[in-house]
């Protein structure tokens, strides 16, 4: 019989399931860790965000998770208020200098036209009424207000690539997709024009080269150092059939 310590198997839980996160709290800010792609995520959505234009500008970050946003918006000059429901990321979003409340995307308590920017960087693809995020970011804005997003279009090749590709490489964790939740493009785009605000989309995929060395380098326990350090760029694709990010101002 073997003596010491047994070790904990992982639980295992549903599809999209929230406690996925408080399980993977560790794995937040280690750049090799099971949310890699979501850092180099975090730069590309931050390059659509300008230095803020006035004192106290505001950019909301609905489903911030632990802060990855933070570090890429140094200097812009927003104070970084971030909305989520995990305490266990929020905690650590704090840790890096983000306001944080702990709420629900749907129904966000701060008042109309409060933001400069908000940022929805995969949420939208984990909660059931994306529409009724999409409301509340449209809500938050001022007029003239920036709305900055990424998700995963509702396609074939999205399931193929994000879920049974995607899930199975040590970029992203397993069984953190319901691919039932996916975001139609067109249907997103039509959503936030009836909340005011002009969205245009284009589809982003990680530097295949950089992904590579990226997975080599882990595979010979090499870590890449900073989040930032030898991190795989995101680079635009012609189709939006994956992964895709939208930028858009509301009027009026
Ligand atoms: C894939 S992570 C993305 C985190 C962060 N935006 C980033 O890119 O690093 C999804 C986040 O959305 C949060 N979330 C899911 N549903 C939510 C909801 N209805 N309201 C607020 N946060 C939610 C989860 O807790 C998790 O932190």
Not at 144 to 154: Q, W
Not at 157 to 176: D, Q, S, Y
Request: overall charge positive.
């Amino acid at each position: 019989m073997r003596n010491g310590p047994v070790s904990t198997p992982p639980r295992v839980l549903p599809p999209n399931d929230p406690r996925q996160y408080d399980d993977l709290a560790g794995e937040w800010w280690r750049p090799d860790g099971a949310f890699a792609m979501l850092h180099w995520l975090a730069r590309s959505r931050a390059a659509l965000v300008p230095p803020a234009t006035r004192p106290d500008a505001l950019l909301v970050d609905l489903g911030c998770g632990a802060g990855l946003l933070a570090p890429h918006l140094a200097g812009k000059g927003y104070r970084h208020v971030g909305v989520d429901l995990t305490r266990s990321a929020l905690a650590q979003a704090a840790a890096h200098g983000v306001t944080v409340v702990n709420g629900d995307a749907t129904a966000v308590p701060l008042v109309d036209g409060c933001a400069d920017v908000v940022a929805a960087g995969e949420l939208l693809e984990h909660v059931p009424d994306w529409r009724r995020v999409v409301a509340e970011a449209c809500r938050l804005l001022r007029p003239g207000g920036l709305l900055v997003l990424d998700t995963l279009n509702d396609t074939a090749l999205a399931r193929l690539v994000a879920v049974r590709i995607g899930e199975r490489l040590p970029t992203v964790p397993r069984g953190i997709h319901d691919p039932r939740l996916f975001v139609d493009a067109r249907e997103l785009v039509a959503e936030c024009a009836r909340h005011g605000v002009h969205l245009r989309i284009r589809g982003i995929r990680p530097s295949l080269r950089g992904t590579l060395a990226w997975l080599v380098r882990r595979a010979r326990g090499r870590p890449s150092g900073t989040v930032d350090g030898r991190q795989p760029r995101m680079k635009p694709t012609r189709s939006v059939a994956v992964l895709y990010q939208g930028h858009g101002v509301r009027h009026g």
